[in-house]
C-alpha cells in the first residue's frame, strides 16, 4: 500500500485534547465521510440544518450515543481541502469528563469512524499536501518542546524559513538539471540555455546553499536535541550545588559528607536558548570506597566518554592534585567541549587571600594549557544568578551560531534533515568536480540528480514508508 492511497475509504476519529478530566474535550474526525458521522451522533438546536453548516462557524446543539443525547456542545465543520489534514474535517467540543468524552468518541466508531493511529491526522496532512515532512518534524517538536528557545524553533515562521530554503534549492537545481538535459538530447541544436561554465557556477551556488542549511545544525541540535552534559569532579567540590542550580530545585541531596552522590541524576534543563542533558555524577576518588560508591564512580566515568559538553568542577582554594589530574586526564580523551568550574565559597568571594588567588589562576592556566575550551571562577552558593548567567553565555557562545536568530532564521534541526543536506552536499561536490575535468555530461547530470533526491528527502517528496511511519510514530492520538 502506498503513501498516497493507504487512507482511501477510511474515516479516522479520536480525542485531540489530553487525556483526563478538564473543562472541554475535542473529539476530531477526518475522511469522506465526516459529514455523515456527525449527523449521527449530533443534532443542532434551532432550526439550522446540516447542509447549512457555515464552514469553520461553530454551531451549538446535542451530541447523541446510540440515539440518546449524553451532552450538549458544539460543532465545526472543515471542508476539504481547507482543513488541517486536507479531507473533511469535524471537530466536536463537549464537557471534558473522562467517561462522557469517552462517549462521544464511541458513538462516532459506532457511526463508521476508526480509530485513528499516532500521528495519523498529522500523517494524513503529509500525504495530500498540506505539510511537508520537515514542517511536520517541527510541529512533533513543538509538541514535546521544554524550553521558549524549542517554541519560537518549532513555529511556524521558522518552519516557513526553512522550507523556503530547501525549495529555492529544489528550484535550482530543477533549472540546472533541465539545461544539462537539453544539451544531452539535443547537442547539435544548442538547446541548454547554460554553457559548461554556468553549469558549474550553478552547482556550486547550490551547494553553497547546501552547506549554509549544514552548518545551522549545530545549533538546531543544541536547541532541539539537546547537548549531553556531563558535570563531573571529586567529592565536595560543588557538583550537586551547581546540579541543583540549573535544575532549578533540590534534586540532589548536598552535603559535607564525601560520596553524598551514589548515582547518576539526569535531567533535561534549559541553559539559555541551549538544552542541556544533564548529568550530576559521583564524585571521582581514588582510595578505597564501599561496592555502592565504586558503581557510582564506574558510571561517572562511562558518562565522560560519552559527553559533548563536560562541566568539570574543581576547588580553587587548592591546587590541583592526583585525582583532579586523572579527571582531566579522562576529559581530554574525549571529545567533550570542557568548561573548567572553579568553585568558591562565600568568604573566597569577598575576601580572597593572596594564596587562593594564586592558586585560582594557576589552576585556571593548566585547565587552559590542557585543552579546556573555558574556566570560569564562580561561587555557586552565593552567587547563583551571577554564575547561572556567565555559564549560559558561555555554552550559547559554544553551541549556538551567534549569526542565527532562533525562531526567525532557517534552522536545520533534526539528524534525517542533516544526513539528506549532507548527501546532497557530496553529490553536488562530485558534481562540480565532474565538470572541471571535463567528464560527459550524463555523468554530470546524474550527480546533480541524486542531488535533487536528497533534497527531495528533506521535504518529504522522495522518502521511504518506514520513514515516514517512525517520525509519526512518535505523535500523540489526536494529532
Known amino acids: 500500500m502506498t503513501l498516497s492511497n493507504m487512507f482511501y475509504g477510511t474515516t479516522i476519529a479520536a480525542i485531540s485534547t489530553p487525556p483526563g478530566k478538564g473543562g472541554v474535550a475535542v473529539i476530531r474526525i477526518s475522511g469522506a465521510d465526516a459529514i455523515k458521522i456527525a449527523e449521527k451522533i449530533f443534532r443542532p438546536r434551532g432550526k439550522k440544518a446540516f447542509e447549512k453548516i457555515i464552514p469553520r462557524m461553530q454551531i451549538y446543539g446535542d451530541i447523541l450515543h446510540s440515539e440518546e443525547q449524553i451532552d450538549d456542545g458544539l460543532l465545526t465543520y472543515f471542508p476539504a481541502p481547507n482543513s488541517y489534514t486536507g479531507e473533511d474535517v469535524v471537530e466536536i467540543s463537549c464537557h471534558g469528563g473522562i467517561l462522557v468524552t469517552k462517549m462521544v468518541l464511541e458513538s462516532a466508531f459506532v457511526a463508521g469512524a476508526v480509530p485513528a493511529d499516532r500521528g495519523e491526522f498529522t500523517k494524513r496532512a503529509f500525504v495530500n499536501g498540506k505539510l511537508t515532512l520537515t514542517e511536520t518534524e517541527a510541529i512533533s517538536m513543538l509538541l514535546e518542546a521544554e524550553s ?81 552534559t556531563v558535570i563531573c569532579g571529586k567529592p565536595n567540590v560543588g557538583k550537586s550545588t551547581l546540579y541543583n542550580l540549573l535544575v532549578g530545585e533540590d534534586a540532589a541531596i548536598v552535603t559535607d559528607i564525601p560520596g553524598t552522590t551514589r548515582d547518576v541524576l539526569e535531567k533535561n ?43 568539570a568542577l574543581f576547588d580553587s582554594n587548592s591546587e590541583l592534585d592526583s585525582e583532579d589530574l586523572k579527571i582531566i586526564e579522562s576529559l581530554v580523551k574525549t571529545s567533550a567541549v570542557k568548561i573548567g568550574i572553579l568553585t568558591k ?60 536568530t532562533i525562531g526567525e532564521d ?70
Open 148 to 228: 521558549a528557545a524549542q517554541v519560537k524553533l518549532s513555529r511556524e515562521k521558522s518552519r516557513a524559513k526553512l522550507k523556503s530554503a530547501t525549495e529555492e534549492i529544489r528550484a535550482d537545481l530543477v533549472s540546472t538539471l533541465s539545461s544539462v538535459f537539453a544539451r544531452i538530447d539535443y547537442p547539435d541544436e544548442d538547446l541548454g540555455e547554460m554553457t559548461s561554465g554556468e553549469v558549474l557556477a550553478s552547482v556550486l551556488a547550490a551547494k553553497s546553499k547546501v552547506e549554509e542549511l549544514i552548518s545551522t545544525y549545530k545549533t538546531g541540535k543544541a536547541v532541539m536535541l539537546g547537548v549531553p
Open 410 to 479: 532557517a534552522v536545520v534541526s533534526s539528524a534525517r534533515q542533516y544526513a539528506a543536506l549532507v548527501k546532497a552536499a557530496n553529490y553536488l561536490s562530485t558534481a562540480a568536480d565532474a565538470i572541471k575535468i571535463g567528464l560527459p555530461e550524463d555523468a554530470v547530470s546524474s550527480d546533480v540528480e541524486l542531488a535533487l533526491g536528497a533534497i527531495s528527502e528533506l521535504d518529504g517528496r522522495a522518502v521511504s514508508e518506514e520513514i515516514v511511519s517512525d517520525i509519526f510514530a512518535k505523535f500523540c492520538v489526536g494529532k
Open 269 to 311: 534543563v534549559p541553559l539559555g536558548n541551549v538544552m542541556l542533558k544533564l548529568y550530576d555524577t559521583a564524585g571521582i576518588r581514588e582510595g578505597k570506597v564501599d561496592t555502592v560508591e565504586a558503581i557510582g564512580i564506574k558510571r561517572s566515568m562511562e558518562r565522560i566518554e560519552t559527553a559533548e559538553l563536560a562541566l
Open 345 to 404: 565559597n562565600a568568604e573566597n568571594v569577598n575576601n580572597t587571600s593572596q594564596k587562593s588567588e594564586y592558586t585560582c589562576t594557576k589552576n585556571e592556566k593548566t585547565l587552559l594549557e590542557m585543552g579546556f575550551e573555558k574556566v570560569l571562577k564562580i561561587s555557586v552558593k552565593e552567587r547563583a544568578d551571577d554564575a547561572r548567567l556567565q555559564l549560559s553565555r558561555i555554552v550559547e557562545a559554544l553551541f549556538c551560531d551567534e549569526k542565527i
